[in-house]
């Protein structure tokens, strides 16, 4: 008994005493702050940071090479305990969350087989990449919901992901587990800036309007009644509802896949009931808006294009103002269309819900002759774009005593120069100036400039040489007189300094359209552009912040867009949809092109360069569609009532204000004839 | 009411191993045949119950960082005192018990409990959750065995109970049949408990 | 030779897992993904040969001449818990590598049956030092090569269509028990290997 009790004693304190030394002994060093960090982190080990775990996150930032707001799991709470632990201070990063975008489940979707195997979306999209014959559509066998370590995802009764957005922490653990693109992570400001790419679902009056509205989103609101959703989904990717309402050509109506039935879904006029709902309660819906910065962006026209910008801008937290020539704002909304066509009091109703997102607007002031690029730069605006649009840009000369300067600096217009040559007037040229493109016309214009007093003319072209005009080939006689050709090639940006431009980038662009980022740089004063108007343009500070010579800026243009479509465009100049960025023909497309110059703003402001599209929805895009639309029931077209009172109902189409739109009963039924399109998919029960 | 609840939770919604899936081994080992089972079970009652009321009283004595080693020492005492009461009074169990009685000290139920309960409660509700658990415990064992034990040898605690013409599956008795059957008692509690709750 | 036999009854026939019965918990609980059943078995393979050793000598050096052979469950289930930490502390020092590795195991194998148990049937089964450690050895690897072929079958399983009730441990143990049944095939492996070697 003693014994034991002994044994038990002695076992008990060698034990001890050993662990006591070997705990002394083999004691390793810990940074307290790596176990701080462990601690403050979820613990989750979701990977959402890049690092295989939460320990070893811990010790990259206790390391310093990861910041203290790399867990995204944890929010801005973890952030900040993290940045107390090492010190830091930390800026709240904006919530990613988890977005799926098939509407269509397997089960709803055209099938091509009936699969059978195991249940996770890798295996079966293994056999000819899945069951359904959609190729981008989900698989739901809920390989994300298996990823999800936070429960923030489900597959729902028709066989799609669903989101839990209370759950959801934005890992991304989902996205690398979907073989199909299905679930994607973005963020609000993504989804403000996003273009459609063709391996997206995309229904075909989506890819047509050229702003890109979510147009089977919003007919399914106004189906449920939701008209305020409706019309937060429309200013998504719309700022003048109400406007396109009246006046938008309504491409998206002409690919309808009614029209395989019998009439298109009157998918304006239900946007224009929308809109006039959202008119008669006298409040304006706002869409999502990011928290503000202090980045100041001056916007030179409020037109369409002007207004789009500045409104996305706002929304994406810059300070936007709108720097406007006219009395008003609007445009050629205001100042070109007829009235009895677009009413002045839902235009203004359209623009006072662009502004009360943030936006300042000065108006009767002019570029060049109050203002111009250089002095917005150096009064503290971060950015000025030119979004002077299609209407009247032509003379935007600066008079000055003997002669007509650039009021953007060394930019001119052809025509503009064709028209001051002729009439004899002196324009200010200096040494070396650029012809971009221009055709034939260039060379004329080259030797008209050299004549003007310019020492050498450099034209640019995107085409190869062998496709240029003889006259371009001979080139030896060209540098001869003075005129130096470059094919294949064009103007990425421009440089100066205060008034004055001083250098130009250029970018080789070989035969397959492809971008070989071949820059050369060479000096110039003067850009002359072939088209009738000035191209968007931004400019922003040379050096990425205010950097003076003596009272000059230095400063330099972004690029607006960049996609690589084969044979598709870039440079500041050139559109990658030839007659669309820079197309004011409707003015949804000036809303897209003043959605893109937000975009390039704010790529520039943020990841400091703008990323290219590849897969670009675009007219001429190949994407998969469908040729026939079956098992859907023909009915008709609702058409407004028009109030006949003189028997003569035309007057009603005449002029709009007595041509009523779709009443209510009229609009839910019309809803009711959508088909709500996915990419190849289709409600047949309609 | 509270206490009694505290007793019957283990008899089906915290019952071992099914629910709480642990202290798989000696579930798997000594379930040959019933009465095995019954035998295991008992000693895992004592043991649990007199663990938890002691792990109890305790439970503001021991400091925090060497709990688990103390809890260790004092379910192995008491696996010690089963081991010599039962090697003394019921060799015939012992015998087939074998190594599994020592290996008691290490079935996670009875270091969960202390762990998850008993430290943390009176000493009253401690063995009323220890007597409960025990008794889910033998009871899974013996429903087990005997399952095993008629399927394997044809017999219900030593007396024939199948007709004299069956066939025995002798390897329900050996390892093969003590995971399956396991298995299948697990997807029928699911399937039960699922149909239940719809 | 006799230790061929020894190995390949303890890994093959006898297999502490499948046979034995030893160490389930853990066999169930680690064996959901491969990368964690690999770190376990070497865990187990590293602690229990070292404590098969230790407990030997306790049980040889200690116990036996005091007379407290009564006491052996409760002395090897302190040194184990004790060493388990001990070794802990010391790769921690020694091999970060393997301690990164096997660390968040460590804790889990001082309440594994299987390390206890295997001390305890070197002692009864009256086998001498070398044999135990190469019992210890052996017996771990077959532990550990059970872990991963059940770990590869779960693997597979994550993605099958399982019926409901069955999903998780359920599934997990039928497969444990099929695989007990193909090691059923080298029962008497181990004999006519011993009358090989003696002829």
Sequence with gaps: ?686 | MKLLRTFTKGLWEELPPFRLVLGLCPVLAVTKSAETGLGMGLAVIFVLTCSNVLVSCLRNVIPRKVRIASYIVIIASFVVMVELASQAFFYKIYESLGIFIPLIVVNCIILGRAEAFASRNGIIPSALDGLGIGLGFTMSLTVLGAIREILGAGTLFGTQVMWSSFRPFTFMVEAPGAFISLGVLLALMNAFSKTQQS | ?199
């Design chain 1, 1 to 686: 008994m003693l014994s034991a009790a002994l044994f038990l004693l002695v076992l008990g304190l060698v034990a001890s005493v050993a662990l006591a030394i070997a705990s002394r002994a083999f004691y390793v060093w810990e940074d307290p702050k790596v176990l701080a960090v462990t601690d403050a982190l979820p613990g989750a080990n979701c990977g959402g940071c890049g690092n295989p775990g939460c320990a070893s996150a811990a010790e990259a930032i206790a390391a310093g090479l990861a910041s203290a707001n790399i867990c995204v799991a944890g929010g801005f709470e973890v952030a900040q305990a993290v940045g107390e632990i090492m010190g830091q201070r930390v800026e709240e990063r904006e919530p990613e969350f988890s977005w799926t975008s098939c509407s269509y489940g397997v089960g709803n979707a055209e099938p091509i087989f009936s699969y059978n195997g195991a249940s996770d979306c890798h295996a079966a999209v293994m056999l000819y990449g899945g069951s359904k014959l959609c190729p981008v559509g989900c698989i739901g066998l809920g390989s994300c919901v298996k990823a999800c370590q936070f429960g923030a995802l489900a597959i729902g009764d028709d066989n799609l992901p669903v989101v839990d957005y209370s759950r959801c922490v934005g890992c991304g653990a989902c996205v690398d587990a979907c073989p199909k693109n299905i679930v994607a992570l973005v963020s609000q400001t993504r989804r403000i800036i996003s273009e459609y790419v063709t391996d997206e679902c995309t229904a075909p009056c989506q890819r047509a309007c050229p702003t890109g509205i979510h147009i089977p989103g919003y007919i399914r609101e106004i189906r449920n009644g939701n008209y305020e959703e409706a019309v937060r989904i429309i200013k998504e990717k719309c700022p003048l509802p109400l406007v396109c309402g009246y006046i938008c050509p309504a491409p998206c109506e002409l690919s309808c896949r009614r029209n395989f039935v019998d009439e298109a879904v009157a998918i304006d006029p239900l946007k224009r009931f929308v809109a006039d709902h959202e008119m008669t309660t006298g409040k304006h819906i706002d869409p999502y808006k990011c928290t503000d910065n202090e980045i100041k962006i001056a916007l030179v026209g409020g037109g369409s294009e002007g207004l789009t910008a500045a409104y996305y801008l706002a929304r994406l937290g810059y300070q936007p103002t709108i720097l406007e020539a006219k009395p008003e704002l609007g445009g050629i909304l205001r100042y070109v269309i007829a009235e009895d066509r677009l009413p002045r009091n839902v235009l203004d109703h359209d623009i006072q819900g662009i502004l009360e997102m943030g936006i300042e607007a000065n108006t009767n002031v002019a570029m060049g002759r109050d203002f111009d690029v250089c002095s917005l730069l150096k009064d503290g605006y971060d950015a000025v774009v030119v979004t002077s649009g299609g209407f009247d840009s032509r003379k935007i000369l600066k008079p000055e005593q003997e002669r007509y300067d650039a009021a953007i600096p060394g930019l001119f217009i052809m025509l503009d120069l064709l028209t001051a040559f002729s009439q004899r007037e002196e324009i200010h040229l200096g040494k070396h100036a650029v012809i971009a493109n221009g055709g034939l016309k260039a060379l004329e214009l080259a030797r008209k400039c050299r004549d003007m007093g310019a020492e050498i003319v450099t034209i640019v072209s995107d085409q190869p040489l062998s496709t240029l005009p003889v006259d371009f080939h001979d080139t030896k006689v060209l540098a001869e007189e003075g005129i130096e050709v470059r094919a294949s090639a064009t103007v990425a940006a421009m440089r100066g300094i205060g008034e004055r431009m001083d250098r130009i980038a250029l970018e080789d662009k070989d035969l397959t359209g492809d971008i070989s980022k071949k820059r050369t740089i060479i000096d110039a004063d003067t850009l002359i552009v072939p088209a009738g108007r000035l191209p968007e343009m931004a400019f922003v500070h040379a050096a990425g912040k205010p950097e003076t010579e003596g009272e000059r800026v230095r400063w330099q243009t972004i690029e607006t867009f960049r996609t690589f479509p084969k044979g598709g465009g870039y440079g500041i100049l050139s559109s990658p949809e030839p007659g669309r960025i820079s197309d004011s023909s409707a003015v949804v497309k000036s809303i897209l092109s003043g959605r893109r110059l937000a975009r390039a703003i704010h790529q520039n402001f943020t990841d400091g360069t703008i990323t290219p599209i590849p897969n670009l929805v675009w007219e001429a895009a190949d994407i998969l569609d469908v040729t026939e639309v079956n098992g859907v029931n023909p009915s008709e077209r609702q058409c407004p009532t028009v109030s006949d009172v003189e028997g003569d109902s035309k007057t009603a189409w005449i002029f709009p204000e007595e041509y009523p739109g779709l009443d209510e009963p009229a609009a839910r039924q019309e809803a009711e004839r959508c088909l709500q399109c996915g990419l190849i998919c289709y409600d047949k029960n309609t």
């Design chain 3, 1 to 199: 030779m006799e230790y061929i036999v020894l190995v390949i009854s303890a890994v093959l026939i006898k297999n502490i897992l499948l046979a034995e019965y030893l160490g389930n918990c853990p066999f169930l609980g680690t064996s959901k993904r491969m990368d964690t059943a690999v770190g376990m078995g070497l865990a187990v393979i590293f602690v229990m040969t070292i404590a098969t050793a230790v407990t030997y000598v306790v049980q040889h050096m200690v116990l036996v001449p005091l007379n407290l052979g009564y006491l052996q469950t409760i002395a090897f289930i302190l040194v184990i818990a004790a060493l388990v930490q001990f070794v802990e502390m010391f790769l921690r020092k020694f091999a970060p590598p393997l301690y990164v590795a096997l660390g968040i195991f460590l804790p889990l194998i001082t309440t594994n049956c299987a390390v206890l148990g295997t001390a305890i049937l070197c002692i009864r089964r009256d086998m001498n030092f070398p044999e135990a450690v190469v019992f210890a050895i052996a017996s771990a690897s077959g532990f550990t090569l059970a872990l991963i072929l059940l770990a590869g079958i779960r693997e597979r399983l994550e993605i099958s269509n399982v019926p409901r009730a069955l999903r998780g441990t359920a599934i997990g143990l039928i497969m444990a028990g099929l695989m007990s049944l193909a090691f059923f095939g080298f029962v008497g492996v181990d004999g006519s290997l011993k009358e090989f070697i003696q002829n």
